[in-house]
């Protein structure tokens, strides 16, 4: 099957949707907490439309198989860090691909297409980052295996 990736545009919107139901059923399999609110539909397609199609500081990248959306990426730059000697980078958000099509490569060429477009930017991109939720060691091992190594881990403790 031959795939095509692309940067998304605004009439992608509800097929992006679908998707980012898939990814925000994925996370909350980990955590409840990413199960969305009411109202996240639209305000996510909003989000999509005016902060990241034809953004200066985002893209939205999607894999196509016969006129069908099968797999999405977001990828953000990020300003450097006031104290540290964090540089400017890249962000990866929303990596998912739909269960049919996963272990083709599609996962990797949308990552590819995110690296390739922090490195066209006119900002001194030099690395750029993911997260990944606790207990997700598929996409863990799919990290690394493309390039990724883990820098930090973040730790959370509830407040009564």
Same mark, same amino acid.
């Given at each position: 099957?031959?795939?095509?990736?692309?940067?998304?545009?605004?009439?992608?919107?509800?097929?992006?949707?679908?998707?980012?139901?898939?990814?925000?059923?994925?996370?909350?399999?980990?955590?409840?907490?990413? @199960? &969305?609110?009411?109202?996240?539909?639209?305000?996510?397609? @909003?989000?999509?439309?005016? @902060?990241? +199609?034809?953004?200066?500081?985002?893209?939205?990248? +999607?894999?196509?198989?016969?006129?069908?959306?099968?797999?999405?990426?977001?990828?953000?730059?990020?300003?450097?860090?006031?104290?540290?000697?964090?540089?400017?980078?890249?962000?990866?958000?929303?990596?998912?691909? +739909?269960?049919? &099509?996963?272990?083709?490569?599609?996962?990797?060429?949308?990552?590819?297409?995110?690296?390739?477009?922090?490195?066209?930017?006119?900002?001194?991109?030099?690395?750029?980052?993911?997260? +990944?939720?606790?207990?997700?060691?598929?996409?863990?091992?799919?990290?690394?295996?493309?390039?990724?190594?883990?820098?930090?881990?973040?730790?959370?403790? @509830?407040?009564?």
């Amino acid at each position: 099957m031959d795939i095509e990736i692309r940067r998304a545009t605004t009439d992608d919107g509800p097929a992006l949707l679908d998707l980012w139901h898939g990814f925000t059923e994925h996370l909350s399999q980990y955590d409840e907490r990413y @199960q &969305h609110k009411e109202d996240a539909d639209d305000r996510w397609l @909003q989000y999509f439309e005016n @902060q990241l +199609v034809d953004s200066k500081y985002g893209a939205v990248f +999607v894999a196509e198989a016969d006129d069908d959306i099968v797999g999405v990426i977001e990828a953000r730059l990020t300003g450097d860090h006031p104290i540290f000697r964090l540089s400017d980078h890249g962000y990866i958000n929303g990596h998912y691909v +739909v269960e049919e &099509h996963r272990d083709e490569g599609v996962g990797d060429r949308l990552v590819e297409a995110a690296v390739d477009w922090f490195g066209e930017s006119d900002r001194d991109i030099t690395f750029c980052r993911v997260d +990944v939720i606790e207990g997700d060691d598929h996409a863990q091992a799919a990290y690394e295996r493309m390039g990724f190594s883990p820098v930090e881990h973040v730790y959370e403790r @509830q407040v009564e």
